[in-house]
């Protein structure tokens, strides 16, 4: 048979696409062809796929005049994924390999000279595809990605090693007199998902001494899934406690953890030792908009949708670009991402929990009882000024983290532990879900006033603060689903007097010096 059809997968964002790999030989003058909007690593395969089946001692057609069709045609493909399916295709039209039996499967792997395997990226996200469209094929996939694609609830996941491997096992049966071909045990090996070994845990909160209010600003933000705003001197500990912050987030569920884990296989940043736990991602201030929310040709995600159900955490925020934190203000609102370029358009989730730390001024020590400021009052506007009113609006919590005094440093007893807050915090979440199906930060419209409850004390209180403070519609309703998380950390049915009284200390404004 001259004609092959290979099954194989292009990544188009977070999609996996189908791909239908053809592969016709004919007599005329010895040519390798590749058509089907190829990038350069996929017309690169030419060559990976010569050595490779001359390697592994199978015959390479070199008197035939080989054509190689990606189909769709107008959908762009790129990396060395389909180096497995172009040479299975070639060793089918040739009649080394039983084409028929290739269409109960689909393939994807880059070959080495040698013929070896080696693993590709955003293997979870093909599975997650076949899952999502209800397909029932096998994927053959080489080592680390066949186990992380068998991360996906009922997948059919083979894991192959060599070219060879998979060559055996379409092979058409040897005659009766040939001696039977060697075979490596561990070559073609169906894998089940790993039972999830011992998770990895990050730093403890019981580390922080002191900062109590913080702390609480800290637990509010995880059992409402509230963004968050730390604001200090140098040293203060800003930093420390947001790196435990993720720390206090409840578990993630199976289809939280096979979204965040096909987002970070996609990028290659996907470990199997942190399966199931909440990412944190902390950029550098340099990092540009396209590093923080996604770009490129093709579509990368950014670092917002590397944390997606997890915490990214900006250090410095007055110092990062404005344009990279102007971009931040749809995917706060929003939960995604569309990157749109001339030729393509992707949407990448960002579910994320925004936590950002920053001095009061540019010597960092405005208002401090042991240092005296050097900035002066035009200083500290300009510092202040470089996050937008819009940005600051739609962060929920504005906490300030005071500079710890020696003697308390050396004196406090360990604080409280991270597994301590954290039963807290899911317990709270778990009553916000029971209750109307997200968790508080996610409420918006009619839902705002059906779910927080407000009895008539809290809601004269509010409304006059508001009036008083010149509060938008966005920091009222975010202060009322503040309120709300406080009032489900307390077990209480409805919002009183007291939450909205604590919640409004957390929406304070940056003030510069008079």
């Not at 239908?20 to 004919?26: D, G, I, S």
């Not at 493909?77 to 499967?105: C, E, H, M, V």
């Not at 030792?273 to 201030?285: L, M």
Request: glycine content about 8%; overall charge neutral.
């Amino acid at each position: 048979m001259s004609l092959s059809l290979v099954q194989g997968r292009a990544l188009l964002g977070l999609e996996a696409v189908q791909v239908t790999v053809e592969v016709h030989l004919a007599n005329g003058l010895p040519s390798f062809g590749l058509v089907g909007l190829a990038d350069v690593e996929v017309k690169e395969a030419r060559e990976r796929v010569r050595c490779a089946i001359q390697n592994s001692g199978l015959e390479f057609p070199h008197n035939k005049r080989i054509t190689v069709n990606l189909a769709p045609a107008d959908l762009p493909k790129d990396s060395g994924r389909l180096d497995l399916p172009i040479a299975l295709g070639i060793l089918a039209a040739s009649g080394q390999i039983d084409g028929a039996a290739l269409a109960q499967y689909e393939f994807a792997g880059e070959l080495s000279l040698s013929g070896a395997l080696r693993p590709v990226r955003g293997a979870l996200a093909m599975a997650l595809a076949l899952r999502t469209a209800r397909v029932s094929t096998r994927l053959v996939l080489p080592p680390e990605s066949a186990e992380e694609a068998a991360l996906v609830p009922d997948s059919h996941v083979v894991r192959a090693r060599h070219l060879l491997d998979v060559v055996r096992h379409f092979a058409p049966p040897p005659a009766a007199d040939a001696p039977a071909p060697p075979e490596d045990p561990d070559g073609w090996v169906r894998v089940q998902a790993a039972p999830p070994g011992q998770q990895l845990r990050g730093p403890d909160m019981a580390d922080v001494k002191g900062q109590a209010g913080a702390k609480r600003a800290l637990e509010i933000a995880a059992a409402g899934g509230h963004s968050l705003l730390l604001v200090g001197p140098p040293g203060s500990g800003k930093s420390m406690l947001a790196h435990r912050f993720a720390g206090l987030l409840p578990d993630m569920d199976t289809d939280e953890a096979l979204q965040s884990a096909a987002i970070g296989s996609l990028c290659g940043r996907f470990a199997l030792e942190r399966w199931g736990q909440r990412p944190t991602c902390s950029p550098h201030h340099t990092a540009s908009a396209v590093a923080l929310v996604g770009g490129g040709s093709p579509p990368r995600p950014g670092e917002i949708s590397l944390a997606h159900h997890g915490v990214l955490f900006l250090d410095e925020l007055p110092e990062y670009p404005r344009a990279a934190l102007e971009a931040l203000r749809e995917p706060l609102e929003t939960g995604s991402i569309t990157i749109a370029r001339a030729a393509r358009r992707a949407e990448f989730p960002a579910r994320f929990q925004l936590v950002a730390a920053m001095n009061p001024c540019p010597c960092g020590f405005q208002g401090s009882p042991t240092h005296s400021c050097r900035c002066t009052p035009d200083q500290v506007h300009r510092y202040q000024a470089k996050l937008s009113g819009p940005l600051m609006d739609r962060i929920d919590l504005h906490i300030e983290v005071p500079a710890l005094p020696a003697h308390e440093l050396l004196g406090s007893p360990a604080g409280e532990s991270t597994e301590s807050i954290r039963g807290r915090c899911t317990a709270a979440r778990n009553r916000a879900v029971a209750r109307q199906g997200v968790p508080n930060q996610a409420l918006s419209g009619q839902a705002i006033d059906a779910h927080t409850q407000l009895d008539a004390a809290a809601a004269k209180f509010l409304q006059a603060a508001a009036a008083q403070l010149g509060w938008s519609a966005r920091s009222t309703h975010r202060t009322l689903k503040i309120a709300r998380t406080i009032a489900d950390l307390a077990g209480a049915e409805t919002t009183a007097l007291a939450h909205v009284a604590e919640a409004m200390q957390y929406r304070r404004v940056l003030r510069a010096n008079p």
